[in-house]
């Protein structure tokens, strides 16, 4: 993986617009995989070794071999162009960490919501807070040779709109990872595209409302 971010090229200091984008799931669900596997420069991690005191607060249900755990969050980057990178933020999976997303969320144009198949529950934390706050997201199902499930059953597991779309990926592959921030990118640019058109009509009703309206007599 290092050598692979060396032979990069070099990314430019500074950049006209910066794209802020969070990787939110369950308690290991991959975050901090995904971001390092699509990273340019070397990711930010604030990844600990989980110790015995950790066992009694977070649920290791499906992730008994898991050895270290995000404690603040990770950072990665991607130049989109000449002027515009995206910074990725992934966000810790535990409850106890939990209260650190509100501040994440701040400035974010959008999310992934990235879930483990054989713990959809876990996942459910993370589309409340996103819909709370009001931020576009897609849901990322990681691959970890679970039980197979229909996006039907995924989506009603969820409870997702018909409109948040659903990819499957391999976090530790960074062209799949690409492709799911590359989806991300497109939802959100077909949300603005939608937002456009719906002001242009209520401003073009606006109008025509006022033209109709007739004079009052003085």
């Known amino acids: 993986m290092d050598s692979a971010i060396s032979d990069r090229a070099a990314l430019q200091a500074t950049a006209d617009n910066g794209l802020k984008i969070v990787v939110v799931g369950g308690f290991g669900v991959g975050k901090t995989t995904m971001v390092r596997s699509v990273s340019e420069i070397r990711p930010l991690n604030t990844e600990e070794t989980m110790t015995r005191a950790g066992e009694a607060v977070d649920d290791l249900d499906g992730v ?19 002027r515009s990178v995206l910074y990725l933020f992934g966000a810790p999976g535990q409850e106890r960490f939990w209260f650190l997303w509100d501040r994440l969320f701040s400035g974010t144009l959008g999310a992934v919501v990235l879930v483990d198949t ?36 995924i989506r009603e597991a969820l409870d997702l ?58």
């Open 64 to 82: 008994q071999s898991k050895t270290s755990t995000t404690v603040a969050f990770d950072f990665g980057r991607i130049t989109l162009d000449a």
């Open 118 to 153: 054989r713990r959809l529950a876990d996942s459910w934390y993370a589309i409340d807070r996103l819909e709370h706050h009001g931020t576009p997201f897609i849901v990322a199902c990681n691959d970890f040779g679970g039980p197979l499930h229909t996006e039907q059953q």
């Open 161 to 218: 709109s018909p409109d948040v779309p659903l990819v499957e990926c391999d976090a530790r592959d960074r062209s799949s990872s690409k492709y799911v921030l590359i989806t991300l990118v497109e939802h959100l640019h077909a949300l603005s595209e939608a937002r456009a058109k719906n002001a242009g009509a209520a401003l073009a009703g606006g109008q025509g409302a006022t033209a109709m309206t007739p004079e009052r007599t003085l």
